[in-house]
């Protein structure tokens, strides 16, 4: 019913007013309900620093401020989690961008809507223990390499790494340790003769001189000096027709995740401490917030994926990987940043 005429000046001044402050306090806008409302969501080492703006949007209750319950599922690593998106028990991967192109040469449609990673955050190193004379990638061949899971982003670092020293990824045997406990105990005790892993678990080996480190992605400048320019990391993507079937609940995720990326932004050690569950620490603190401060500039500030990386990434996996082919990739279909600038828009990200 239009009541306007029978609006006073003053109540009219009221409500806007009222309306000013919904606006100034974007919770207090009514958001459309999402299309899905219990999400499954897949993720391969969700206690490593690559995932933390999942960890943080998902303990600070910003899913649920989307009207979302979302069940995260943790596997070894990123392709285990994919898989159980292409098989269906997860509708969602938090996992790294470059998964998306390689689907997408195998002629399955995903793409990423969010990013939580602007650099790879993963370091190869070889184990002091084992290979106390390392000299170079040549010396790799036949030794045993830890990964998070075969086939993850840890093992194309590792097939980048020893591509540029002249070795194929058949040339050695990869073994899938995790990102957490399971990946110290398989270097220390001798399983494994290098490592392609993640923070915090390359820092805490590296502090105590347990890996010499030949690979460095953990910062923006290291990242460059690997991949050539800037390379998308961990994101939130999923099958194409998921996305156009379901827009609403894509941007409920990606506002909680840049939700996460603004509180990140100014967070002290002792919030981050709060934050995440006591096991992530791996029993050591001090060492978890050493490696935080080490990748905290990797963190994405907003969510948006850039077009230079999203390059990048492609001419990556291209210059190891024969199957890919960088004329036959489409990258605009890998990702979309639709969902990630209203939300940036949303919490001045």
Known sequence: MNTQALVSRRTFTAGAALAAGALAFPSLQAQ?????TKIALAVGGKAAFYYLPLTISEQLGYF???????????????????????????DVCSGAFEHTINLQSKNQMFQAFVLQGRAPQIAFGVSTKNMPNYKSVADLRGKKIGVSAPDSSTNMMANLVLSRGGLKASDVSFIGVGTSAGALTALRSGQIDAMSNTDPVMTMLEQRGEVKIISDTRTLKGTTEVFGGPMPAACLYAPLDFIQKNPITCQALANAIVHGLKWLQ?????????????????????LYLASFNKVRESISPDGLIPEDGVRTALKALASFDPSIKADKINLAKTYTNEFARRAKERFKA
């Open 266 to 286: 100014t967070a002290g050690p002792s919030d981050i401490i709060k934050a995440v569950p006591e096991s992530y620490l791996l029993g050591d603190r001090a």
């Open 64 to 90: 649920k401020a989307e009207g979302l319950e979302v069940e995260i599922s943790d596997f070894a690593g990123g392709a285990r989690a994919l898989q159980a998106v292409v098989g269906g028990s997860a």
């Open 32 to 36: 459309p309900k999402p299309e899905k």
